[in-house]
């Protein structure tokens, strides 16, 4: 296998690389709030002047071509961790970012390791691997609970390079080989990696990039559909997702329409405050008992809705009880001295048919009943009675 041209590699690499520095850096500039791209910018910006100095060889003494350009690579790895540490919701461990480089300056103190070619390689290959195979760690833990696409194929191209490093440190060990000077950077099998491990980052930066903005999409979209104080869905991202679900199972679920009893006179007479904290514990109290599959929103000022997919009328009638009965139970305001309590509203598709305007209106019908017969009840009226109202514009 023919070796590649030194000085094409070096301003290849450098040029990519610095771009690509540059790019995570303006996409940082432009959303302060995602903060790994710094730490890639910086990392990929890093590998550029230790590319540099190792393409001098022979030209600089070294000191800078060997010792200060792999300690400068290596710290670009450690960049690279931290960032993914970031990325997945962690503090970074800033001994990370430098323990590559500083257990590399310490082995450059020992002269025989530093004449020697073959340690060198063993141990900038294994010192970059353990950087990357960690960052590799971090994100596959993180699949688990946020399944981005570009987050799994990350993954893969990670995985990928961290196995190239290991690969190229073992090698080393069997096949150890001693080459003096530039011979050692025009090392044909030596080259050919460096080639693919240039192709390898350049694949893993554009997934980094994607699988960031991918969550700062997911994020903007989930702030679109959810309540700011309550976290419940918002009123048209549960109209949406309520209609998918009755697509799919018509007959199934029982809805469930809350109405905060007397919420305006816990304003006026205890503030906003303890009004926003009744309205927040009920949508805390609701999201505990869910289950995989239900849908809840705030549906405007107190009222809030519950389609539990997978309960029957009856079900479904046990657990707006117990829903009702906790909350009564619940104490606001200063001292805890304040009790609330809240009508509930049930309708079923099984009973209604699976027209969504209907079975809100018919659960809607419920409350009223529910406030007529004394309030803190939960209350059904006949569907047959019912005429269909329009549910929300969307």
Not at 81 to 92: A, E, K, L, N, S
Not at 120 to 148: K, Q
Not at 292 to 317: H, I, K, M, N, Y
Request: hydrophobic share 55%; with cysteine; glycine share 10%.
């Amino acid at each position: 296998m023919a070796p590649l041209d030194v000085h094409t590699l070096v301003l290849v690499s450098s040029l990519i690389l610095g771009a690509l520095g540059a790019l995570f850096l303006v996409n940082h500039h432009d959303d302060r709030g995602r903060r790994e791209l710094r730490d890639w910018g910086l990392g990929f910006l890093l590998v550029v002047p230790g590319v540099v100095l190792i393409g001098e060889r022979d030209q600089i003494p070294d000191l800078w071509s060997i010792g200060v350009a792999n300690a400068t690579i290596l710290l670009a790895y450690g960049f690279l961790t931290t960032g993914v540490m970031r990325f997945v919701g962690r503090r970074p461990w800033w001994g990370v970012a430098f323990a590559g480089s500083a257990i590399w300056a310490g082995l450059c103190l020992w002269p025989e390791f530093f004449g020697r070619f073959d340690l060198r390689v063993i141990a900038v290959s294994g010192l970059s691997a353990a950087a990357v195979t960690l960052a590799t760690v971090f994100l596959v833990l993180r699949r688990r609970v946020e399944p981005l696409p570009s987050l799994s194929r990350s993954v893969l191209v990670l995985g990928g390079t961290a196995a190239l490093l290991w690969i190229r440190a073992g090698v080393m060990v069997i096949w150890p080989i001693e080459v003096m000077g530039r011979e050692a950077i025009g090392t044909a099998w030596l080259t050919w990696a460096s080639l693919a491990l240039l192709v390898l980052t350049l694949i893993a930066a554009h997934l980094m990039l994607a699988m960031s903005a991918e969550r700062a999409e997911l994020h903007h979209r989930l702030r679109a559909e959810t309540d700011d104080l309550t976290g419940a869905l918002s009123r048209g991202a549960f109209v949406e997702r309520a209609r998918e679900r009755l697509a799919e199972a018509p007959e199934s679920g029982t809805l469930m329409f809350f109405d905060i009893d007397r919420f305006k006179s816990i304003n006026d007479l205890h503030g906003h405050g303890v009004g926003d904290a009744v309205l927040v514990g009920f949508a805390d109290l609701v999201a505990a008992q869910m289950r995989p599959g239900d849908l809840f929103a705030r549906w405007g000022g107190e009222e809030f809705v519950l389609f539990a997919v997978d309960r029957d009328f009856v079900a479904g009638r046990r657990s707006a009880e117990m829903i009702r009965g906790a909350f009564s139970r619940l104490r606001f305001g200063e001292g805890g001295t304040l009790g609330a309590t809240v009508s509930v509203g049930l309708s079923a598709p099984a009973l209604t048919g699976p027209d969504l305007d209907r079975l809100v209106a018919w659960a809607d019908a419920g409350v009223y009943a529910a406030k007529r017969a004394g309030r803190d009840r939960v209350e059904a009226v006949d569907a047959r009675a019912m005429p269909i109202a329009v549910v929300a514009e969307v």
